[in-house]
T-cell receptor, first 111, second 112 residues
């Protein structure tokens, strides 16, 4: 079992650009959630996808959007990047509200 | 904003000693989960305790939950250098879809 995999592991983007991060959930999981973790802080919930629809959203602007595919994998898109978007982006997968397993994250640096 | 509060923010102990971290939260929960994070990498799931459970064990880990006080504790016994990491509690609120709310974590350092 490969667990939750995220790509890429590191990314450097320029202000104003757009970025897409990818996540493959753990085998058997149908729910994918995305979190943003700033340095020295705990992760903050961005949104959750289930059955290819956004089920719940945290306090993030519309610049943050996502998608879930029929194979349960997911993408996080961020438009018009700001310096403050620099963070570790974590994907978590789960099923039936049990343990949520996280990937290794994507470190995004906006310059 | 973050619901959970971990205490202490930082803890430094000698190898072999026990480490206790506490977590407080504000709303009614479905479950509470503890995670470990090494050097800003991904979160490793340690243990999940449901709202109707009071104590749970996994290897050297012992977690307690007091829903009347809205608090939980994580005890690591016989600590090892490899336990050095940040530890987070995350609550899954009773209402709404599963959305984990994290505290700011406890930074644990095990000294050899």
């Amino acid at each position: 079992d490969a667990g939750v995999t995220q790509s890429p592991t590191h990314l450097i983007k320029t202000r104003g650009q757009q970025v897409t991060l990818r996540c493959s959930p753990k085998s058997g999981h149908d729910t994918v959630s995305w979190y943003q973790q700033a340095l020295g802080q705990g992760p903050q919930f961005i949104f959750q996808y289930y059955e290819e629809e956004e089920r719940q959203r945290g306090n993030f602007p519309d610049r943050f959007s996502g998608h879930q595919f029929p194979n349960y994998s997911s993408e996080l898109n961020v438009n018009a990047l700001l310096l403050g978007d620099s963070a570790l982006y974590l994907c978590a997968s789960s099923s039936h509200r049990t343990e949520a397993f996280f990937g290794q994250g994507t470190r995004l640096t906006v310059v | 904003s973050q619901q959970g509060e971990e205490d202490p923010q930082a803890l430094s102990i000698q190898e072999g000693e026990n480490a206790t971290m506490n977590c407080s939260y504000k709303t009614s929960i479905n479950n509470l989960q503890w995670y470990r994070q090494n050097s800003g990498r991904g979160l490793v799931h340690l243990i999940l305790i449901r709202s109707n459970e009071r104590e749970k064990h996994s290897g050297r880990l012992r977690v307690t939950l007091d829903t009347s006080k809205k608090s939980s504790s994580l005890l690591i016994t016989a600590s090892r250098a490899a336990d050095t990491a940040s530890y987070f509690c995350a609550t899954d609120a009773l209402e709404g879809a599963q959305k984990l709310v994290f505290g700011q974590g406890t930074r644990l350092t095990i000294n050899p």
